[in-house]
């Protein structure tokens, strides 16, 4: 038996994309109801590097207004948050590198990004843990990092009267209809499917692809580093293609533990740590960082980054079942992204005109160019 509705709105999944949308839905007087089965999210297994990518306008564009969001957001944020704009140092091994790093200064200056081209001499003297002999950087100040499990617990949180949240398992979605493991059917307005990895479960034609990557802990130790830095190689050639991948990406938290990255698995789906893939890693950082090699590493872990086929999101109605709403695909740009997807979703949900900054790049995170008829057009 349907149950009458159980909320205007029903979010799948309490990860920082569903506690995102449930924010901005109820900031619009509409009552939430979040479904979470406390199942291993990304949310808690990544970085929380807030950072803008330029692979696309359209990333860009979402990257920028929700990194924007994320700093009007900041003052109201609690501690535990731990919300910083440390800034991003895109660094640079070679003249080739070094070109890209200007490529990208021209584009993100272009989109009114602060950045600026760091020389190798200037970047010794500005992170001198750094091994010598790095060509040179860029810098992109307005980027940060987040504690993300404590954001969504806050997001969620701020509106009491409106958000309720209940842990349960669905097992089957049907527009805007859900169907729990206890056989129970709720439904409501609108429902909105924000599980990460778990979406392709619930919708079959979801065009999704779980990218395995490994993260690195150490002990507290004095500040090693003040940017977040990620190598340029990263966007080069180390992330690019099917095979497994490492890249130098490191950044240190306000309670002076050092976070270590990354790696990219697509033919891996076991969450155990691959020991080899773990040491190519911390191999690679130790490139970067030297004195790495001399600190502590109290715990890794892994976790799944949800991919589309594009690298975008999918964020709007699902074509073919009305009253779904999507809001997955995120792969590496979750915790990013929330913000500015939360705003897209709620503006279409709404039938209101999409946020200015995003108008242009609509159609590139409509669920349509993947899926219903207008996919295959």
Request: proline share 6%.
């Amino acid at each position: 038996m349907i149950q009458g509705h159980a909320a205007d709105v029903i979010i799948i999944g309490g990860g920082i994309i569903g506690a995102a949308c449930a924010n901005e839905l109820t900031s619009h007087g509409l009552d939430v109801l979040v479904l979470d089965c406390q199942r291993p999210a990304a949310t808690a297994a990544g970085m929380g590097h807030l950072v803008v990518l330029d692979h696309s306008p359209a990333e860009l564009a979402l990257g920028e207004y929700s990194v924007r969001l994320w700093r009007e957001l900041a003052p109201q944020m609690p501690d535990n948050c731990a919300m910083r704009n440390n800034g991003t140092l895109w660094l640079a091994c070679n003249e080739e590198e070094m070109a890209e790093a200007e490529r990208k200064h021209s584009a993100l200056s272009a989109f009114g990004l602060g950045c600026e081209l760091m020389t190798g001499e200037a970047l010794a003297h500005g992170e001198p843990s750094l091994r010598p002999g790095l060509f040179g950087a860029l810098k992109v100040s307005g980027d940060g990092i987040l504690y993300a499990p404590n954001a969504a617990r806050w997001l969620l949180q701020r509106q009491p009267e409106r958000v309720h949240q209940q842990q349960a398992q669905v097992v089957e979605v049907q527009g805007n209809r859900v169907l729990l493991a206890s056989g129970q059917w709720l439904k409501a307005t609108a429902v909105v499917l924000a599980s990460g990895i778990y979406a392709g479960e619930l919708c079959a034609d979801l065009p999704l692809q779980a990218k395995k990557g490994h993260l690195l802990i150490t002990d507290r130790y004095p500040a090693q580093i003040s940017h977040t830095l990620v190598e340029l190689g990263y966007v080069t050639s180390a992330h690019k293609g099917n095979g497994p991948s490492v890249a130098f990406n490191v950044q240190q938290r306000p309670t002076g533990q050092l976070f270590v990255g990354s790696s990219r698995q697509f033919d891996n789906h076991d969450p155990a740590v691959d020991a080899a893939m773990l040491g190519r890693m911390l191999r690679r950082a130790m490139e970067f960082l030297p004195g790495l090699g001399g600190l502590n590493g109290i715990r890794s872990w892994t976790g799944f980054r949800s991919a589309s086929p594009d690298g975008q999101p999918l964020i709007g109605e699902h074509p073919t079942q009305p009253g779904l709403w999507l809001a997955v695909g995120h792969e590496g740009l979750g915790v990013t992204t929330a913000t500015g997807t939360a705003k897209l979703l709620a503006a279409q949900l709404l039938r209101n005109p999409p946020p200015t900054a995003l108008q242009a790049h609509l159609n590139a995170y409509l669920p349509q160019r993947f899926i219903g008829a207008c996919a295959h057009a």
